[in-house]
């Protein structure tokens, strides 16, 4: 059993890295990206509040699939390409992953008393000030549990990259079969893989919604 | 309500945010201009593309994806609610040896990527000739998923109605499963339907990971539609098409969450708080 990942370990660790690499990236970008949105959501423009709502509704009830295959083989043809395949990946991931982001981002700040922004505002903060200085740090902490499981279900998606030539953990039980491995164990090692990269951000929602509790 | 962000504009509020969106929409008019300017230019609006949805047989072929999707998706749920009936009461049992078990696979299957759990039913249906399509192997990872899921919901449904409701009906003389079935259940699907019906979205949407296991729905047809030299390559008409059927669908079953959401928000017949809808979702 323990040949199968130790014969292969090159291919795992590559498949792996990839895996975390696209992770990390898209993460961060859907963070800041989800967070503009937010901010669009809840901001007096009407037309960026249009903007905001619009895009949610659209992306949370597409395909993530769909918006991979959009933009491998539709982008190519009106030549939007990326420039790699793992950039496309990114793409997707971040596009997709944004919009629950933002979601969650503004129901923590409607979790906000009206006291604290009413106070900020009588000080004289104009809404941009009231919305970093003073209501997103404290909506961040209640918004830390639920990010944290958008964040555990982003990584779970990128193995959808797999079936888009990005050659992440996903892509691991293709490559093993041309191999001729066994493909249930490599199936098994590629769940521990997941499982080991799951469990810390499992323990930090734990402990965040122990912290927030408290406060 | 995020209307506490701001103060009610004033005169000059008024005028500077008029000016903003302005700004705005300029932006927006500008972006979408730009995208259909290359569109065009690359003769995406060109006549052969579109040709292909008055054929009839193209017609059948996305119909045929469709019903596809709808087949896995529909016998996906049935079986996603049983998984989750079960292990819901496996988890909360008062039985040790019972609870842990469920608990171990409800959290296991829920941390799984979803592809994975797929590729588990397709290779080993090839490995021990077990004889199992594609249409199972997509049916069979939605139901674990997404039972899992369910079975979650089923949990803190039940265990968000108050504890007097419970104690109350164990005083009149009812026995454990009486308690469940007459007084705890009812209270709780009511407070939980909207959640369920949220991943059943959810579940909708992940049949489309049908199309790299390669089972013929929508997104998979939609792919050899877009593949076919004699239409030059109907990508981005096809997709757009696609994109259409799924979003409507999706759309529908979101909106039917937030009416049921609403409804139970106006008449509470129910001692139990709503049913956190989470938004962490797969694909």
Redesign the interface.
């Known amino acids: 059993m323990l040949s199968v990942l130790t014969d292969n370990w090159e291919l795992f660790r590559e498949g792996f890295w990839t895996t975390l690499r696209l992770f990390l990236v898209s993460g961060v970008l859907s963070l800041v990206l989800g967070t503009v949105l937010a901010a669009f ?2 901001s ?5 509040r249009g ?1 905001g709502t619009g895009y949610v ?2 992306v ?7 918006v991979f ?2 933009l491998f ?2 982008a ?5 390409s990326l420039p790699t395949f793992f950039w496309a990946a990114v793409a997707s991931l971040t596009l997709y992953t944004s919009a ?1 982001v933002c ?2 981002v ?2 923590g ?2 979790t906000i008393s ?1 006291g604290q ?2 106070a900020a ?1 009588s000080v004289g903060m104009t ?1 941009v000030q ?2 970093t200085i003073v ?1 997103l740090p404290q909506a961040y902490r209640a918004i830390v549990p ?1 990010m944290t ?2 964040l ?2 982003l990584l ?5 990259a ?2 888009f030539s990005v050659l992440e953990a ?1 892509a691991i ?1 293709a490559a093993m ?1 041309e191999r001729g491995q ?3 164990l490599t ?1 098994v090692w ?2 521990i893989g ?2 080991i990269l ?1 469990i810390p951000l ?1 323990f930090l929602q734990r402990w965040a919604e122990r912290r927030t509790a408290v406060a | ?2 209307a ?4 009610v ?1 004033g005169p000059r ?1 008024k005028a500077r ?1 008029r000016i ?2 302005v700004i ?2 300029l932006a ?1 008019a500008g972006v979408i201009t730009w995208v259909v300017l ?2 065009n ?2 003769g ?1 609006f060109q006549g052969r593309r579109w040709a292909q949805f008055q054929y009839a047989a193209i017609q059948r072929e996305l119909l045929t994806g469709l019903v596809n999707t709808l087949r896995a998706a529909g016998l996906a749920t049935v079986l996603a609610m049983l998984f989750g009936a079960v292990f819901a009461a496996g988890r909360i049992s008062d039985h040790k040896w019972v609870r842990m078990p469920a608990t171990l696979v409800v959290e296991l299957f829920r ?6 759990l797929m ?2 039913f397709y ?2 249906s ?2 021990f000739q077990l004889g199992l399509t594609p249409f199972h192997a997509v049916v069979f990872g939605l139901t674990l998923y997404n039972g899992s899921v369910l079975a979650e919901i089923f949990r803190a449904g039940i265990t968000a109605v108050p504890k007097g409701q419970r104690e109350a009906a164990y005083a009149t003389g009812l026995r454990k499963n009486q308690v469940v079935r007459l007084v705890l259940l009812p209270q709780a699907i009511r407070s939980m339907l909207p959640a369920i019906v949220s991943q059943l ?1 959810v579940l909708l ?5 049908g ?2 296991i390669t089972y013929n729905e929508l ?1 998979y047809v ?2 050899q539609m ?1 593949g076919r030299l004699e239409f030059g ?1 109907p ?2 008409p096809t ?1 757009f098409v ?2 259409v059927i ?2 409507g669908l ?2 529908l079953l ?1 909106m039917l969450a937030k009416y049921l959401e609403g409804r139970s928000r106006r008449s509470r017949k129910t001692t139990a708080p709503p049913v956190q809808i ?6």
Do not use: H, W
């Open positions: 959501r809840v007096p423009v009407t037309a960026l903007i509704n659209i949370r009830n597409t395909p993530l699939t769909l295959s959009f083989f539709g190519a043809k009106m030549q939007l629950f979601e969650v503004r129901s700040i409607n009206p922004a009413e505002r809404f009231v919305l209501v639920p499981s958008i555990i279900a779970k998606n990128t193995t959808i797999a079936g996903g039980p079969a066994n493909q249930m199936l590629i769940t997941f499982l799951i499992v | 309500m995020s506490v962000l701001y103060d504009p509020a945010n903003l969106n705005v929409l927006v290359r569109l230019d690359n995406q941390a799984i990527p979803l592809l994975i590729f588990f290779y080993g090839l490995e979205v949407k992940d049949t489309a990971l199309f790299i997104l939609a792919k877009g390559f990508y981005i997709y696609v994109a799924y979003i999706c759309s979101s989470e938004e962490s979702t797969a694909a």
